[in-house]
Structures are given as structure tokens and as C-alpha cells.
């Protein structure tokens, strides 16, 4: 019996995990060197504004009480950590298999390494990205030590300040002329929306001097920049649907046994709501002047990671370098690159909880090329429920014998699907010669201001994945 349990499991582990072929490539064949990823935030508890510490209601656009979630605003879940291990257990498979990473069971240090905005979300991601890719190992993120970090969120820091008529005229145009334009292309999603809220508060309608009875699809939409310079967002009606939207989304991810928005938002009402998400998430942040502030920096430190010319030396050294922020993070770098996706069952363009893009390099014949791929679960996938708990004792005994087994989803139904990546006009994959590549970052980064590069310190991790302290 035991001799058949082992067989079977040595079956599970070499035959289902690795596809034909083996991860050397053939003379004459190309050879990936170096991956650089960009991931977003995995499933999480909203942080929403006007919400109360207990997260009990929405009261600015609902007085329905709001579900009680497992965790404090803005952590990751149990269930949302799990999700991302699972999808980057399958990813770590793929990178073995194209020769990338190594057959230990931990790797040598720096091998693959992460670094993280320093908000709590990205923090938990980040870990959970490493314990898919080596279970048992607790490897470390960096974080940096400023608040906030200027890799992230330069506007913030003060590195770049935006010009309040210039970056509202861009977004302007963005959205056809006016935002009550973006506004109505998306009434059914809007009506959708606000038939889950309820009747609007009273008072948030007579904020817009319209009656105490609106709908969500009369309130006008509008763009707000600081006075200062150091933000940039959209109010009114949109703001309420694209916030709801993301709202409903985490708790479709939460909880697979019921929709989202008191029994409302089942998946194809949701996937109407995330149309009116990602075209707002897309006009903002692909607004050349918003992409080039917020996510300048960050493609250039990826750019200059796959290259080997950071001045943090355990950039150039690894493998596998992820970098965490978020969804406005993967948008500004798209639109930066000129790259457009398309993911399975979502709107194009769209940047599901836990997507991720890669950056590439690829040698063939001497010659070097990036190509740009993105990974992201689907909404079924996000949605569904595991066929079991995890076990880390079992996953940790199961790791060290076969380094490669999947201990957080076995049976590999939360498996990531490959998006398809393109940049118009061109036809085909997102593939560039390195030199083409490196003219693009070049001038679309043109009189950018840079956050300084950082060798961020790593923060280590008890046994129980809390933080333990830095270490540089």
C-alpha cells in the first residue's frame, strides 16, 4: 500500500507538473537569461473611504451594512495569500521548465529576489509570491525605509508634482471630452452598480444639488487634482461605481459559495461592473503625463534590473527579480512600454488582483530581445473554492522531497492563464530587439524626474511570517 501511495505520488509530482521537454534549450535555440516582474496586489480586505474602522457600512453611497471581514483593511486573506501562492506555484513550474530556476530546495541567496512597496498589502503579496515559489523557505522581502517610498509612489514623495489644468485636460481627452461622456458609455454598469447600493443617501445626492432620490447614473462625474499637485483622481458618480466595483470584486473573491453586492453581483453583473473599472483605471493612469509620473521610476529600475546595470547588486545577480505594487502600478508600465493585454473573461486592459507582468530576456544566436507577457487568475478561477485546506506540515515534507510538488493547490485549479500581450500597430506577441527595447524606455522616460535607485533592506520573517526585523 505504501509502495503504491508513493508511486503515485512521485507521479503526481514529475508527470503532472513538468509538460514534455526539459528546461536545457538546444544549440541554436533561444534561451531565457532574466525575468523581471511587476505584480499587483493579491485578494484583500478594501481600504474605502468614509468606511469605519469596524468596516461595518459605506455610508456615503449606502446605508446597507457591508459584509465583516476576516482581517484587518488593506491585509491580505488567508484565502487571498493561498490564491497567490497556488498561482505562482504554477508560474514557478513554468520557469523551471524554461531553465530559469534552480532544482533546490532553497536557493542560493539573491537567486530570486523581491522587493515591495511598503504598504502592508504589497508586504503580505510579496511573501506570498515567495512561499509559491519556495515553499518552506521563508524567504525575505525588501522594503525600503521611507514612508512612502519614492520607487512607488514618487508623486507622493515629492519627487514630481502634477500640473492641476495639464493633467486634467490629458485625462479629459482620455475620456472623450468630458467625464459625463465616460459617464454614459457606461450607464448599464452604473445602473448595475447602484441597484446593489440601494437608494442613495440623501445627503450624498443633495451634494451634487441633485433630488433626494437620484441615481447613481445622474451623479456627475468629475477629475480632482490637489492644489498642490501631489494627486490626481476621479470624483462623483464614477468614483462610487469604480470603488463598489473593486469593492464587490474582493468580496466575489472572498467568499466562493454566494455573489458579491448582497446577492446581487453574481459573475456576469460583476464582470459589467469591472468594464466601468478598468475603463476609468485606464483613462487615469495610460494619461501619458499621469503614466510617466507614477510608474516612470518603476520602469526604469526594471529596465535597468534586466539589463544588470542596478546599483543594487542583488538585482543584477538574480534570476527572478518581482517587484510588488499595484494594479495603477502594471498600467502606467503598459502604457509607458505601448503594450495593450487582453486576459481571459475580462475587459482589455484589465489587471486582476494578483496579475502579474513580465519583462523578459531572451538570447538567441547572440542576439538578445525582451518580450512582455502577463499572467492573471480568471474571475471562475479567483471565484472557486479549494478541494482542500492547506497543510503546512505536509507541504513542507512533501517540498523537501520533491521541490517542485504544489503543496497550496494540488490539483492546479487556481492555475494562471497567459493574457495576450501586444503593441499596436504591430501584430503578434510583445517582442523587442534589446536595443529597441531600450530606446522605447529611453524616450518615453524623456525629462522624467527619477526616484534615486535604493538597495532596500530586507525584512525578515518569524516562523510564523510576521515580521521579524531588517537586515541590509
Not at 511587476?38 to 480586505?45: D, E
Amino acid at each position: 500500500m505504501r509502495s503504491t501511495i508513493a508511486t503515485c505520488l512521485v507521479c503526481i509530482v514529475f508527470c503532472g507538473l513538468f509538460p514534455s521537454g526539459g528546461a536545457a534549450s538546444p544549440s541554436g535555440q533561444a534561451r531565457l537569461l532574466k525575468v523581471v516582474a511587476l505584480s499587483h496586489l493579491g485578494p484583500h480586505v478594501p481600504r474605502i473611504p468614509h468606511v469605519s474602522v469596524q468596516n461595518e457600512n459605506l455610508p456615503r453611497w449606502s446605508e446597507k451594512p457591508w459584509p465583516r471581514w476576516p482581517a484587518p483593511a488593506g491585509s491580505l486573506t488567508p484565502r487571498g495569500a493561498r490564491l497567490i501562492t497556488a498561482m505562482w506555484e504554477d508560474l514557478r513550474a513554468h520557469f523551471f521548465n524554461l531553465g530559469l530556476l534552480p532544482e533546490e530546495h532553497c536557493p542560493s541567496p539573491f537567486r530570486v529576489f523581491a522587493r515591495a512597496d511598503a504598504t502592508l498589502t504589497a508586504q503580505d503579496t510579496a511573501r506570498a509570491i515567495l512561499d509559491g515559489l519556495f515553499p518552506a523557505c521563508g524567504l525575505p522581502c525588501a522594503v525600503s525605509s521611507r514612508r512612502p517610498d519614492p520607487l512607488f509612489e514618487p508623486v507622493r514623495a515629492g519627487l514630481d508634482r502634477f500640473d492641476p489644468a495639464q493633467v486634467a485636460g490629458g485625462i479629459m481627452r482620455a475620456a472623450g471630452g468630458n467625464m459625463d461622456t465616460l459617464r454614459d458609455s457606461h450607464n448599464a454598469a452604473l445602473t448595475r452598480i447602484g441597484q446593489a447600493l440601494g437608494p442613495l443617501p440623501t445627503r450624498y445626492c443633495t451634494r451634487f444639488n441633485l433630488p433626494p432620490d437620484c441615481a447613481l447614473t445622474s451623479v456627475p462625474g468629475m477629475v480632482s487634482v490637489a492644489a498642490d499637485g501631489s494627486d490626481v483622481s476621479i470624483g462623483g458618480g464614477l468614483e462610487a461605481g469604480v470603488i463598489a466595483a473593486e469593492n464587490f470584486l474582493q468580496e466575489y473573491i472572498q467568499w466562493p459559495d454566494s455573489p458579491a453586492g448582497w446577492g446581487r453581483m453574481d459573475a456576469p453583473a460583476l464582470r459589467e461592473a469591472l468594464a466601468l473599472h478598468s475603463t476609468v483605471l485606464n483613462v487615469v493612469n495610460r494619461t501619458p503625463r499621469v503614466a510617466q509620473a507614477k510608474g516612470g521610476s518603476l520602469l526604469a529600475e526594471m529596465a535597468a534590473t534586466l539589463a544588470g546595470e542596478h546599483t543594487d547588486p542583488r538585482c543584477n545577480a538574480a534570476s527572478l527579480v518581482i517587484f510588488v505594487g499595484n494594479d495603477n502600478h502594471l498600467t502606467n508600465v503598459g502604457a509607458l512600454l505601448g503594450l495593450f493585454w487582453r486576459i481571459s473573461g475580462y475587459p482589455d486592459n484589465s489587471v486582476p488582483p494578483g496579475a502579474v507582468l513580465l519583462l523578459e530576456l531572451w538570447e538567441q544566436d547572440g542576439l538578445r530581445e525582451v518580450r512582455a507577457n502577463l499572467f492573471a487568475q480568471t474571475l471562475e478561477t479567483l471565484h472557486a473554492d479549494f478541494a482542500s485546506p492547506p497543510s503546512a506540515e505536509r507541504g513542507q515534507d512533501v517540498f523537501r522531497l520533491f521541490p517542485f510538488a504544489r503543496t497550496a493547490d494540488p490539483l492546479r485549479s487556481h492555475a494562471p492563464v497567459a493574457a495576450a500581450v501586444t503593441v499596436p500597430p504591430v501584430l503578434g506577441g510583445a517582442r523587442f530587439s534589446l536595443d529597441d527595447f531600450s530606446a522605447r524606455v529611453r524616450d518615453s522616460l524623456k525629462d522624467a524626474t527619477l526616484a534615486p535607485q535604493e538597495a532596500a533592506p530586507l525584512v525578515l520573517r518569524k516562523a510564523s511570517g510576521t515580521d521579524a526585523g531588517t537586515v541590509r
